[in-house]
């Protein structure tokens, strides 16, 4: 990474850590993600820009301006998911969870009150929106067949297997956030890091992602 001269900054991702970023930064200056350089753990922000892409997705397709009632499913209780589900449970919005750590996922069933699926059936609980915060290709053609919510939209990375999903996600009338737009989040805000970083502005910058999104359904 160090010979390539800043042409490729890395920063943290799926199964890498704050920590692990350090540790690359003992071996070269092109990472960001880190205390070091400013901004640290990005999913927070990156949380914010899911919850504004869902906020999007429910106005447009659903015609509501808030959450309240809305029925989300999430898959995943990872750094984004928790804080992601934790602003919809703030928001009002009734929430079904899935996580293979069952330790953590009845910890925070039981802290706010939340409903529990078993991880294979969370695809198919009948609700407004999937929000999947896992990995991604999880959706499968069959599954997008059995899919009981008006919105898919989440975090996860690479969410489509196939051109084909979306297209058959479109043809059942189901709003798809692409992934490369609602979880920008967090490259916004490591666009921020710097000796100067300010987390209030990258939240402002990823608050737009909302009206993005509005014209980006518009344009579909």
């Known amino acids: 990474m160090d010979g390539l001269g800043g042409r490729y900054i890395t920063a943290e991702d799926v199964g890498s850590s704050v920590a692990d970023m350090r540790i690359i930064g003992h071996e070269t200056p092109h990472v960001r993600g880190t205390p070091?350089?400013?901004?640290?753990?990005?999913?927070?922000?990156?949380?914010?820009g899911i919850y504004q892409g869902v906020?999007?997705?429910?106005k447009h397709k659903l015609g509501r301006d808030d959450l309240?009632?809305?029925?989300?499913?999430?898959?995943?209780?990872?750094?984004?998911?928790?804080?992601?589900?934790?602003r919809l449970s703030d928001d009002g919005a009734r929430l079904?969870?899935?996580e293979f750590d069952t330790e953590s996922r009845d910890r925070v069933a039981t802290e706010l009150n939340l409903s529990v699926?078993?991880?294979?059936?969370?695809?198919?609980?009948?609700?407004?929106?999937?929000?999947?915060?896992a990995l991604g290709a999880v959706p499968k053609y069959k599954t997008i067949l059995e899919f009981k919510v008006a919105i898919v939209a989440g975090?996860?990375?690479?969410?489509?297997?196939?051109?084909r999903h979306g297209a058959l996600l479109h043809k059942r009338g189901i709003l798809y956030v692409p992934d490369y737009a609602i979880n920008a989040g967090g490259i916004i805000n490591?666009?921020?890091?710097?000796?100067?970083?300010?987390?209030?502005?990258s939240m402002v910058h990823t608050a737009r992602l909302y009206e993005t999104l509005l014209e980006l359904f518009v344009c579909a």
């Open 36 to 48: 070091e350089t400013g901004g640290g753990d990005s999913a927070p922000v990156t949380a914010f």
């Open 68 to 86: 309240s009632v809305i029925h989300v499913a999430v898959q995943g209780l990872g750094h984004i998911g928790a804080a992601l589900y934790r």
């Open 117 to 133: 699926a078993a991880p294979h059936e969370i695809m198919r609980i009948e609700a407004d929106v999937f929000a999947p915060c």
């Open 55 to 58: 906020c999007a997705a429910v």
């Open 96 to 98: 079904t969870i899935a």
């Open 155 to 163: 975090a996860a990375n690479n969410l489509l297997a196939e051109d």
């Open 190 to 201: 490591i666009f921020y890091e710097g000796p100067s970083y300010d987390c209030e502005q």
